[in-house]
């Protein structure tokens, strides 16, 4: 059985950075998708960023350009680095690790997920 377990959520104010970090327990030898998603109050759950066993990454337009995603493969542990936070960043995130994804990046076969880290941007 695959764990994935997120830290590095919290508060945090408009312009501020948070690191979030998703420790997976498993060899990633099999894992080719990894990424985050968010789900805010009332509003659908979107993928954040993704990034493949070769580092080919992708971020969603509200966040390019601030946020990064980054793999430790050494030591099974993915981050998402967000910078320049706003108010429309809170929500809850999700990291996932996956075999596979489709054309849109998202995990396609039968991926794991953490248990969420809330994320609050407000002063």
């Known amino acids: 059985q695959v764990r994935l377990v997120e830290s590095g959520g919290g508060l945090v104010q408009p312009g501020g950075s948070l690191r979030l970090s998703c420790a997976i327990s498993?060899?990633?030898?099999?894992?080719?998708?990894l990424g985050w998603y968010r789900q805010a109050p009332g509003k659908q759950r979107e993928l954040v960023a993704a990034?493949?066993?070769?580092?080919?990454?992708t971020y969603a337009d509200s966040v390019k350009g601030r946020f990064k995603i980054s793999n430790d493969n050494a030591n099974y542990i993915m981050y998402l680095q967000m910078d320049s936070l706003k108010p429309e960043d809170t929500a809850v995130y999700y990291c996932?690790?996956?075999?596979?994804?489709?054309?849109?990046?998202?995990?396609?076969?039968?991926?794991?997920w953490g248990q969420g880290t809330q994320v609050t941007v407000s002063s």
């Open positions: 996932y690790a996956d075999e596979v994804y489709d054309r849109d990046w998202h995990p396609s076969g039968r991926p794991f």
């Open positions: 498993t060899n990633m030898y099999r894992i080719n998708a």
């Open positions: 990034i493949t066993s070769g580092d080919t990454t």
